[in-house]
């Protein structure tokens, strides 16, 4: 079910954001990845903090994180938001 999403060819693929109204818009999606990050960053912070034992380490870590996992999850989004399987 999942490969047929990639191999036959889906209309909305082509439609702009603004012509397929079920399409997440871009924004949405950065506005999404920046508060799950906020999120997850504070959890990291927290974990590394408990393993390190030292709060500039556990900072240093979250700050590396936080823009790593915030590019990774937007283009996440955006693959996922092509793929009409379970819409």
């Given at each position: 079910?999942?490969?047929?999403q ?35 960053t ?11 034992g ?34």
């Amino acid at each position: 079910m999942i490969a047929e999403q990639f191999i036959t060819k889906n209309n909305t693929a082509t439609k702009s954001y603004k012509a397929d109204r079920h399409s997440e818009n871009p924004k949405r999606s950065i506005v999404k990845s920046i508060s799950w990050r906020f999120i997850g960053t504070l959890d990291t912070i927290v974990i590394s903090w408990v393993v390190t034992g030292t709060l500039s380490v556990a900072f240093s870590i979250g700050a590396v994180e936080l823009f790593t996992k915030m590019i990774l999850y937007f283009f996440h989004e955006r693959i996922w938001d092509r793929i009409s399987w379970g819409k």
